[in-house]
Protein backbone atom coordinates (compact mmCIF):
# COMPACT_ATOMS: atom_id res chain seq x y z
CA UNK A 1 0.00 0.00 0.00
CA UNK A 2 1.05 3.93 -0.77
CA UNK A 3 2.97 4.92 2.51
CA UNK A 4 4.37 8.44 3.24
CA UNK A 5 7.13 9.06 5.94
CA UNK A 6 8.33 11.82 7.59
CA UNK A 7 10.25 12.54 10.33
CA UNK A 8 7.97 11.81 13.33
CA UNK A 9 10.76 13.80 15.96
CA UNK A 10 10.37 17.48 16.35
CA UNK A 11 13.52 18.98 14.76
CA UNK A 12 15.00 22.06 17.60
CA UNK A 13 17.35 24.03 15.14
CA UNK A 14 18.56 27.56 16.00
CA UNK A 15 16.99 31.15 14.65
CA UNK A 16 18.87 31.63 11.71
CA UNK A 17 19.91 28.27 10.55
CA UNK A 18 18.07 25.80 7.86
CA UNK A 19 15.98 24.02 8.57
CA UNK A 20 15.54 20.45 6.66
CA UNK A 21 12.33 18.14 6.92
CA UNK A 22 12.36 15.06 4.92
CA UNK A 23 9.63 13.20 3.14
CA UNK A 24 9.78 10.07 1.67
CA UNK A 25 7.28 8.23 -0.22
CA UNK A 26 6.76 4.11 -1.37
CA UNK A 27 5.14 2.35 -3.59
CA UNK A 28 3.67 4.86 -6.19
CA UNK A 29 4.84 7.83 -8.29
CA UNK A 30 3.32 10.85 -7.42
CA UNK A 31 2.89 13.76 -10.41
CA UNK A 32 3.41 16.13 -7.83
CA UNK A 33 4.02 16.49 -4.56
CA UNK A 34 2.64 19.67 -1.71
CA UNK A 35 3.88 20.68 1.31
CA UNK A 36 1.43 22.23 3.90
CA UNK A 37 2.05 23.99 6.89
CA UNK A 38 0.04 23.29 10.25
CA UNK A 39 0.05 25.89 13.30
CA UNK A 40 -1.48 24.09 16.50
CA UNK A 41 -5.54 24.02 16.80
CA UNK A 42 -5.50 25.32 12.94
CA UNK A 43 -6.20 23.61 9.95
CA UNK A 44 -3.28 23.09 7.26
CA UNK A 45 -2.10 25.52 4.85
CA UNK A 46 -0.94 25.11 1.80
CA UNK A 47 2.94 26.31 1.00
CA UNK A 48 4.26 24.94 -2.25
CA UNK A 49 3.97 22.45 -4.92
CA UNK A 50 6.40 21.05 -6.89
CA UNK A 51 5.77 18.81 -10.25
CA UNK A 52 7.51 15.55 -10.93
CA UNK A 53 9.97 17.33 -13.82
CA UNK A 54 10.56 19.93 -11.61
CA UNK A 55 13.98 19.00 -9.37
CA UNK A 56 13.34 22.93 -7.02
CA UNK A 57 11.08 25.39 -6.16
CA UNK A 58 11.46 28.31 -4.69
CA UNK A 59 9.39 30.94 -2.66
CA UNK A 60 11.04 33.48 -0.37
CA UNK A 61 12.82 31.77 2.10
CA UNK A 62 11.37 28.30 1.29
CA UNK A 63 13.19 25.69 -0.85
CA UNK A 64 12.04 22.26 -2.23
CA UNK A 65 13.45 19.63 -3.80
CA UNK A 66 11.60 16.25 -5.48
CA UNK A 67 13.58 13.40 -6.33
CA UNK A 68 11.81 10.76 -8.07
CA UNK A 69 14.69 8.03 -7.87
CA UNK A 70 14.86 8.03 -4.43
CA UNK A 71 11.22 9.14 -3.83
CA UNK A 72 12.21 11.72 -1.26
CA UNK A 73 11.40 15.60 -1.18
CA UNK A 74 13.44 18.06 1.12
CA UNK A 75 11.77 20.83 2.35
CA UNK A 76 14.17 23.35 3.14
CA UNK A 77 13.52 26.99 5.53
CA UNK A 78 16.60 29.14 5.59
CA UNK A 79 17.53 31.92 7.84
CA UNK A 80 15.05 30.31 10.06
CA UNK A 81 12.73 32.10 12.48
CA UNK A 82 10.86 31.23 15.46
CA UNK A 83 7.64 31.95 13.83
CA UNK A 84 8.44 29.50 11.28
CA UNK A 85 7.71 26.69 14.52
CA UNK A 86 4.61 24.76 13.49
CA UNK A 87 4.09 21.07 11.82
CA UNK A 88 4.55 20.33 8.60
CA UNK A 89 3.50 18.14 6.85
CA UNK A 90 3.90 16.49 2.94
CA UNK A 91 0.92 15.10 1.05
CA UNK A 92 2.35 13.34 -2.33
CA UNK A 93 -0.62 14.13 -5.40
CA UNK A 94 -1.94 13.11 -8.74
CA UNK A 95 -3.53 9.90 -7.53
CA UNK A 96 -7.03 11.52 -8.64
CA UNK A 97 -9.52 12.34 -6.10
CA UNK A 98 -8.20 10.90 -3.29
CA UNK A 99 -5.15 13.13 -1.16
CA UNK A 100 -2.78 11.13 1.40
CA UNK A 101 -0.85 13.21 3.96
CA UNK A 102 1.99 12.12 5.44
CA UNK A 103 1.88 12.37 9.71
CA UNK A 104 4.01 15.84 9.59
CA UNK A 105 7.32 16.90 11.50
CA UNK A 106 7.18 19.27 13.72
CA UNK A 107 9.80 21.83 13.90
CA UNK A 108 10.99 24.22 16.79
CA UNK A 109 12.92 27.26 15.89
CA UNK A 110 14.55 28.88 18.63
CA UNK A 111 15.42 32.44 19.57
CA UNK B 1 -12.83 36.46 2.64
CA UNK B 2 -12.25 33.19 0.96
CA UNK B 3 -12.90 30.62 3.76
CA UNK B 4 -13.93 26.84 4.89
CA UNK B 5 -16.48 27.17 7.55
CA UNK B 6 -16.59 23.96 9.85
CA UNK B 7 -18.49 24.20 12.89
CA UNK B 8 -18.78 23.58 16.15
CA UNK B 9 -15.21 23.87 16.95
CA UNK B 10 -15.43 21.97 20.14
CA UNK B 11 -18.08 19.01 21.04
CA UNK B 12 -18.43 16.56 23.54
CA UNK B 13 -20.82 14.18 23.22
CA UNK B 14 -21.99 10.53 24.37
CA UNK B 15 -22.05 7.23 22.39
CA UNK B 16 -25.45 6.88 20.02
CA UNK B 17 -26.88 10.03 19.74
CA UNK B 18 -26.35 11.21 16.71
CA UNK B 19 -24.71 14.81 15.27
CA UNK B 20 -23.41 16.63 12.25
CA UNK B 21 -20.45 18.77 11.90
CA UNK B 22 -21.10 21.69 9.28
CA UNK B 23 -18.76 22.77 6.41
CA UNK B 24 -19.46 25.43 4.00
CA UNK B 25 -17.09 27.12 1.75
CA UNK B 26 -17.40 30.12 0.04
CA UNK B 27 -15.03 29.73 -3.36
CA UNK B 28 -17.35 27.92 -5.24
CA UNK B 29 -15.26 25.06 -4.98
CA UNK B 30 -15.99 21.99 -6.81
CA UNK B 31 -13.83 19.94 -4.95
CA UNK B 32 -14.88 18.69 -0.77
CA UNK B 33 -13.90 16.38 1.77
CA UNK B 34 -13.74 15.50 4.99
CA UNK B 35 -10.35 14.38 7.03
CA UNK B 36 -9.77 13.08 10.32
CA UNK B 37 -6.33 13.50 12.71
CA UNK B 38 -5.04 12.08 15.24
CA UNK B 39 -2.00 11.73 16.93
CA UNK B 40 0.61 9.77 14.81
CA UNK B 41 -1.69 8.81 12.48
CA UNK B 42 -1.69 12.56 9.95
CA UNK B 43 -4.54 13.61 8.19
CA UNK B 44 -6.67 10.51 6.96
CA UNK B 45 -9.20 11.01 4.21
CA UNK B 46 -13.02 10.06 5.59
CA UNK B 47 -15.56 10.97 2.55
CA UNK B 48 -14.96 13.45 -0.50
CA UNK B 49 -17.46 15.23 -2.99
CA UNK B 50 -15.92 16.07 -6.63
CA UNK B 51 -19.37 17.77 -7.05
CA UNK B 52 -23.11 18.85 -5.89
CA UNK B 53 -25.00 14.84 -5.27
CA UNK B 54 -21.33 13.41 -5.80
CA UNK B 55 -19.89 11.18 -3.24
CA UNK B 56 -17.37 8.54 -2.69
CA UNK B 57 -15.37 6.83 -0.06
CA UNK B 58 -12.01 7.25 1.25
CA UNK B 59 -9.52 5.98 3.64
CA UNK B 60 -11.56 5.73 6.48
CA UNK B 61 -15.36 5.65 6.20
CA UNK B 62 -16.95 3.56 8.66
CA UNK B 63 -19.25 5.22 11.07
CA UNK B 64 -19.63 7.88 8.80
CA UNK B 65 -22.03 9.80 6.49
CA UNK B 66 -21.93 12.91 4.33
CA UNK B 67 -24.61 14.60 1.59
CA UNK B 68 -23.81 17.16 -0.89
CA UNK B 69 -27.16 18.58 -1.89
CA UNK B 70 -25.42 22.53 -2.37
CA UNK B 71 -22.16 22.95 -3.80
CA UNK B 72 -21.28 25.10 -0.93
CA UNK B 73 -21.71 23.19 1.90
CA UNK B 74 -20.30 19.35 3.06
CA UNK B 75 -21.60 18.05 6.11
CA UNK B 76 -20.73 15.26 7.85
CA UNK B 77 -23.07 12.56 10.07
CA UNK B 78 -21.84 10.43 12.25
CA UNK B 79 -25.71 8.50 12.67
CA UNK B 80 -24.30 6.76 16.01
CA UNK B 81 -20.84 7.62 17.39
CA UNK B 82 -18.46 5.77 19.17
CA UNK B 83 -15.35 6.56 21.45
CA UNK B 84 -13.34 5.33 18.75
CA UNK B 85 -14.55 8.19 16.57
CA UNK B 86 -12.72 11.10 19.21
CA UNK B 87 -10.46 12.74 17.20
CA UNK B 88 -9.89 16.40 15.55
CA UNK B 89 -11.79 16.39 12.18
CA UNK B 90 -11.27 18.80 8.89
CA UNK B 91 -13.01 19.72 6.54
CA UNK B 92 -11.29 21.20 3.08
CA UNK B 93 -12.51 22.60 -0.07
CA UNK B 94 -10.46 23.15 -3.50
CA UNK B 95 -11.51 24.29 -7.33
CA UNK B 96 -11.26 21.26 -8.85
CA UNK B 97 -9.87 17.49 -8.82
CA UNK B 98 -6.59 17.55 -5.96
CA UNK B 99 -4.49 16.00 -8.62
CA UNK B 100 -4.75 18.97 -10.61
CA UNK B 101 -1.83 21.37 -10.42
CA UNK B 102 -3.59 24.71 -9.32
CA UNK B 103 -5.86 23.07 -6.90
CA UNK B 104 -4.03 22.61 -3.76
CA UNK B 105 -6.33 22.03 -0.69
CA UNK B 106 -7.70 24.62 1.50
CA UNK B 107 -8.97 23.55 5.09
CA UNK B 108 -10.91 24.95 7.65
CA UNK B 109 -10.15 25.28 11.37
CA UNK B 110 -11.24 22.22 12.91
CA UNK B 111 -13.56 20.19 14.73
CA UNK B 112 -12.29 19.08 18.46
CA UNK B 113 -15.27 15.87 18.86
CA UNK B 114 -15.11 13.80 22.05
CA UNK B 115 -17.26 10.82 21.90
CA UNK B 116 -17.46 9.31 26.24
Known amino acids: SQKIEQNSEALNIQEGKTATLTCNYT??????LQWYRQDPGRGPVFLLL?????KEKRKERLKVTFDTTLKQSLFHITASQPADSATYLC??????????FGAGTRLFVKA | EAQVTQNPRYLITVTGKKLTVTCSQN?????MSWYRQDPGLGLRQIYY???????DKGDVPEGYKVSRKEKRNFPLILESPSPNQTSLYFC???????????????FGNGTRLTVT
Open chain 2, 92 to 106: ASSLGEPSSYNSPLH
Open chain 1, 27 to 32: NYSPAY
Open chain 1, 50 to 54: IRENE
Open chain 1, 91 to 100: APGGGGFKTI
Open chain 2, 27 to 31: MNHEY
Open chain 2, 49 to 55: SMNVEVT
